[in-house]
C-alpha cells in the first residue's frame, strides 16, 4: 500500500476511536458545511447513539465546526466578489441576490437547509454582508437543526436505530 494511502488509512482508523468522537464530528460538520457534498448528520446521530452522555458537547461541537464551514463560504464569497467582473446576471440570479440584500444577516440562518444553504453563505460574504451577524445567525440556524434532528431521531424514532 502506498505511503499516503497508508497514512490515511491510520488517520481515519484513529478517528473512528471513540476518544476521538468529537474531533472527527467537528471535521465533518466542518467539511460537510463548505461547499463540498458530505452531510454531518449520520455522523452527529452516531455518536449520540453509541455514547449518550456525549449529547450536548456533540451538539456543541457539531455547531462549532458547521458554523466554521459556514465562514470559510462566507470567505469564499467574499473573494470570489474580487475576481467576479463582467458576469452577466439572469433574471432569478438577480432576485435572489435582491432577496438576500433584502433579508440581510438574518438570511444566513437558513444556512442549514440542504443544497441552498452552502451556497446562501457563500453569497452573503459576495454580497458583503456583516460577517458576525451572518455567522451568528448561521451558527443558531445550525444548532437547532442538530437539536431538533438529534432529539427527534433518539427520543420520536427511539427503535429505528440500535446501534
Known amino acids: ?6 497514512w490515511f488509512a491510520s488517520l481515519l482508523q484513529a478517528l473512528a ?28 446521530f452516531g455518536l449520540i447513539k453509541l455514547n449518550p452522555e456525549l449529547f450536548w458537547p456533540t451538539i456543541v461541537v457539531a455547531t462549532a465546526g458547521n458554523a466554521l464551514g459556514g465562514a470559510i463560504n462566507w470567505w469564499m464569497g467574499f473573494g470570489a466578489k474580487k475576481a467576479y467582473e463582467g458576469y452577466k446576471q439572469s433574471a432569478v440570479q438577480a432576485k435572489a441576490l435582491a432577496w438576500l440584500e433584502r433579508l440581510g444577516p438574518r438570511a444566513c440562518f437558513f444556512a442549514f437547509l440542504p443544497v441552498v444553504g452552502d451556497p446562501l453563505a457563500t453569497l452573503a460574504g459576495w454580497l458583503k454582508l456583516p460577517f458576525w451577524p451572518c455567522f451568528l445567525y448561521g451558527a443558531l440556524g445550525k444548532f437547532l437543526r442538530y437539536l431538533v434532528m438529534t432529539t427527534a431521531l433518539l427520543y420520536v424514532f427511539p427503535g429505528q436505530f440500535q446501534p
Do not use: K, R
Not at 500500500?1 to 497508508?6: N, S, W
Not at 476511536?17 to 457534498?37: C, E, K, M, N, R
Open 1 to 6: 500500500m502506498p505511503v499516503m494511502e497508508a
Open 17 to 44: 476511536l471513540p476518544q476521538y468522537g468529537l474531533s472527527t464530528v467537528f471535521i465533518i460538520s466542518l467539511v460537510s458545511a463548505t461547499l463540498l457534498p458530505l452531510g454531518s448528520e449520520p455522523a452527529v
